[in-house]
Nanobody, 122 residues
Framework: VQLQASGGGSVQAGGSLRLSCVVS????????AAWFRQAPGKEREFVAA????????NYADSVKGRFTISRDNAKNTVFLQMNSLKIGDTAVYYC????????????????WGQGTQVTVSS
């Protein structure tokens, strides 16, 4: 199973970005999916997760109301819409998937993408 994340970039505070992650080589519709992020010198932290059908989502308190996770099982893709970005959102963002279908709030997912850089400036 391979995950390919894209959509990162540089944006001013208050702006928006949409991350995408295409999952190949497995049965995506049976996997839970999530986004994590890691800032320099910090541990990888949970951002958002979505269930297999997309009907259930979880968010870190720091992004609730600003970020939206979604998925398109027909396109084997999970998205992260990020609005009202803050300087503190600057990090490398990683997509993850788990074949158990469980939603983990810790980095317990068994498949990971390579990461995409998001930089928010003032």
């Amino acid at each position: 199973v391979q995950l390919q994340a894209s959509g990162g970039g540089s944006v001013q505070a208050g702006g928006s970005l949409r991350l995408s992650c295409v999952v190949s080589g497995g049965t995506f519709s049976t996997y839970s999916a999530a986004w994590f992020r890691q800032a320099p010198g910090k541990e990888r932290e949970f951002v958002a997760a979505v269930s297999q059908s997309g009907g259930r989502t979880n968010y870190a308190d720091s992004v609730k109301g600003r970020f939206t996770i979604s998925r398109d099982n027909a396109k084997n893709t999970v998205f992260l819409q990020m609005n009202s970005l803050k300087i503190g959102d600057t990090a490398v963002y990683y997509c993850a998937a788990d074949s158990s279908g469980m939603i983990w709030l810790r980095p317990n997912y068994n498949y990971w993408g390579q990461g995409t850089q998001v930089t928010v400036s003032s």
